[in-house]
C-alpha cells in the first residue's frame, strides 16, 4: 500500500478508535441507563438479556476503540468494530420498521422517546454507521497503518511463532 493508503487507514483507525472511546466512555459512568437503552430497542425475549447486552456493550466499545486508537490487534479490533456496527444498523432499522419511537444510546441517554422520532434521524444513525462500517471494513483489508503498535509487535510475533513451533517438536 502507498503512503496515501497509510495515512488513510491511519485517519480512519484513530477516528473509529475515538467515536467507540467516546461512545463506551460515555455509557460507562451509568451502566444502569445503558441497560435501559438497550431494553428499548425490544430485540430480547428475556429483560435479563438487555441488561446484560447493556451493561457488556461499554466495556468493549472502550476496549476496541483503545486498541484502534493504539493501533494494536488492527485488524481484529476492526472487525469486531465492523460486527458492532452492522449489528447497530440491524437494531435501528427494526426500531424504524416496527415504528418504535427511541432515542438510539449511542453516545448515552438511550430508552424509550416521549415524543415521536423525526424518521430522518434513524436514517442519519444508519448512514453515521454504514460510514463507519467502511472505516472498519478498510482497516480489515489494509490494516498496516502509521503509528501503530502493530508495526512494532508484527517482527516480534514471528520469532514468538517459531518458537512456539520449536517447543512442539
Given at each position: 500500500m502507498h503512503d496515501h493508503g497509510a495515512a488513510v487507514g491511519t485517519a480512519f483507525r484513530i477516528s473509529l478508535g475515538i467515536v467507540l472511546l467516546i461512545a463506551g466512555g460515555l455509557k460507562i459512568t451509568d451502566l444502569g441507563q445503558s441497560a435501559v437503552a438497550v431494553k428499548a430497542y425490544r430485540l430480547f425475549?428475556?429483560?435479563?438479556?438487555?441488561?446484560?447486552?447493556?451493561?457488556?456493550?461499554?466495556?468493549?466499545?472502550?476496549?476496541?476503540?483503545?486498541?484502534?486508537?493504539?493501533?494494536?490487534?488492527?485488524?481484529?479490533?476492526?472487525?469486531?468494530?465492523?460486527?458492532?456496527?452492522?449489528?447497530f444498523i440491524v437494531g435501528i432499522i427494526s426500531v424504524w420498521a416496527r415504528g418504535l419511537s427511541i432515542e438510539c444510546g449511542c453516545f448515552n441517554d438511550g430508552g424509550a422517546s416521549g415524543s415521536p422520532i423525526n424518521p430522518y434521524e434513524y436514517a442519519r444513525e444508519i448512514i453515521r454507521d454504514l460510514i463507519l462500517v467502511g472505516m472498519a471494513i478498510w482497516l480489515v483489508v489494509w490494516?498496516?497503518?502509521?503509528?501503530?503498535?502493530?508495526s512494532i509487535a508484527r517482527p516480534h510475533m514471528h520469532k514468538v511463532y517459531k518458537l512456539m513451533q520449536d517447543d512442539e517438536e
Amino acid at each position: 500500500m502507498h503512503d496515501h493508503g497509510a495515512a488513510v487507514g491511519t485517519a480512519f483507525r484513530i477516528s473509529l478508535g475515538i467515536v467507540l472511546l467516546i461512545a463506551g466512555g460515555l455509557k460507562i459512568t451509568d451502566l444502569g441507563q445503558s441497560a435501559v437503552a438497550v431494553k428499548a430497542y425490544r430485540l430480547f425475549p428475556q429483560p435479563i438479556q438487555a441488561e446484560v447486552v447493556g451493561y457488556a456493550l461499554p466495556p468493549l466499545e472502550i476496549l476496541i476503540g483503545v486498541l484502534l486508537i493504539a493501533g494494536l490487534f488492527t485488524r481484529v479490533a476492526a472487525s469486531a468494530a465492523a460486527l458492532l456496527m452492522v449489528i447497530f444498523i440491524v437494531g435501528i432499522i427494526s426500531v424504524w420498521a416496527r415504528g418504535l419511537s427511541i432515542e438510539c444510546g449511542c453516545f448515552n441517554d438511550g430508552g424509550a422517546s416521549g415524543s415521536p422520532i423525526n424518521p430522518y434521524e434513524y436514517a442519519r444513525e444508519i448512514i453515521r454507521d454504514l460510514i463507519l462500517v467502511g472505516m472498519a471494513i478498510w482497516l480489515v483489508v489494509w490494516p498496516r497503518t502509521l503509528w501503530a503498535l502493530d508495526s512494532i509487535a508484527r517482527p516480534h510475533m514471528h520469532k514468538v511463532y517459531k518458537l512456539m513451533q520449536d517447543d512442539e517438536e
